[in-house]
Antibody, heavy 122, light 108 residues
């Protein structure tokens, strides 16, 4: 059974760096085709894809946020970490950790964490 | 960046009736198109990928069609648990992966 769970601060001050951790189980991020990523959703708004890390440590970022984002994986601990620098109130959102295996379903996201709401405010 | 446009923004349908939701891409995405359902306070759930393949455990009343720039999600006979927000997502030409703005399906 695949599960993912996000953790991190619920409140961050503007200009600080937001660091979120995704802890997962039920799969290995060293298996060919497996990818873990992050998607966010501001309150009442649509979904926005942020970043992906592949089993081979290849990484992809949303170009609009690329200069501020870093995604890393720790395969031995079954964790993926997302860092977003220089946060602003517009970064207030629920952040979701997601799984995909492109051998099975392309780059569509078949498992999602419950999400964690992060508020950016002074 | 490929822009995904969903219509209508809100759809009112009675239980037991058919619902048809549309998604249009600003350029061809082939069949690299997914649909998600999101209920209040929950994470999205994958319904359809590859434009027409149901994800694991998704009821047969959900079906997807289309290719290129025009796509449709059809729910053949609405159940009470189907009233939610639906998003389409393209993964053909990326980054960035992009989502539509969503269609809210409400009870008529």
């Amino acid at each position: 059974q695949i599960t993912l769970k996000e953790s991190g601060p619920t409140l961050v001050k503007p200009t600080q760096t937001l660091t979120l951790t995704c802890t997962f189980s039920g799969f290995s991020l060293s298996t060919s085709g497996v990818t873990v990523g992050w998607i966010r959703q501001p309150p009442g708004k649509a979904l926005e894809w942020l970043a992906l890390v592949y089993w081979d440590d290849d990484k992809r970022y949303n170009p609009s946020l690329k200069s501020r984002l870093t995604i890393t994986k720790d395969t031995s601990k079954n964790r993926v970490i997302l860092a977003l620098t220089r946060v602003d109130p517009v970064d207030t959102a629920t952040y979701y950790c997601v799984h995909t295996n492109y051998h099975d379903s392309g780059t569509s996201f078949d498992y999602w964490g419950q999400g964690t709401l992060v508020t950016v405010s002074s | 960046e490929i822009v995904m446009t969903q219509s209508p923004a809100t759809l009112s349908v009675s239980p037991g009736e058919r619902a048809t939701l549309s998604c249009r891409a600003s350029q061809s995405v082939s069949t690299k198109l997914a649909w998600y359902q999101q209920k209040p306070g929950q994470a999205p759930r994958l319904l359809i990928y590859g434009a027409s393949t149901r994800a694991t455990g998704i009821p047969v009343r959900f079906s997807g069609s289309g290719s290129g720039t025009e796509f449709t999600l059809t729910i053949s006979s609405l159940q009470s648990e189907d009233f939610a927000v639906y998003y389409c997502q393209q993964y053909n030409n990326w980054p960035p992966i992009t989502f539509g703005q969503g269609t809210r399906l409400e009870i008529k």
